[in-house]
């Protein structure tokens, strides 16, 4: 059953719509975009990208087991996402007011402590495969 809207209202952003090979193209567009924003303006997606490649790179000169391998290649990339995660939110409450306000600094501290976590993570697992 579709609700009335007031008119003049839509349901729906005006940049669905979109289907099929556009739709894809479209999105593989604005993750770009987002990846080209994040490296421009984030100084910490740059130093998480900096350990990545660099972690990466290094699981594969270590001789290693496949699957410790694949568990390092997947945090490294954990800590990327969390990132960029992390930024989309801070940019979104720096968008909404730079006021202070208590629920932003939660969101914007909670979105810090993800990254924590992530890199935490990523200290064990690297202590896990190299102890293996």
């Excluded at 999105?27 to 924003?37: E, K, P, Q, R, T």
């Excluded at 945090?75 to 730079?98: F, P, Q, W, Y």
């Amino acid at each position: 059953m579709k609700t009335e809207l007031p008119q003049g209202t839509e349901s729906e952003s005006p940049f669905k719509g979109k289907t099929g090979l556009r739709r894809i193209l479209n999105a593989l567009g604005y993750s770009l975009d987002g990846l080209a924003a994040a490296w421009r303006n984030e100084s910490a997606f740059r130093q998480v990208t900096l350990l990545a490649v660099l972690g990466i790179g290094l699981s594969f000169y270590l001789v290693l087991p496949a699957w410790g391998r694949a568990i390092l290649i997947a945090s490294h990339i954990g800590t990327l996402i969390v990132e960029l995660l992390n930024s989309a939110i801070e940019a979104a409450v720096d968008h909404t007011s730079l006021a202070h306000h208590e629920l932003a600094k939660r969101a914007k501290d909670l979105g810090s402590a993800a990254q924590l976590v992530c890199l935490a993570n990523l200290v064990v697992m690297w202590t896990v495969v190299i102890l293996a």
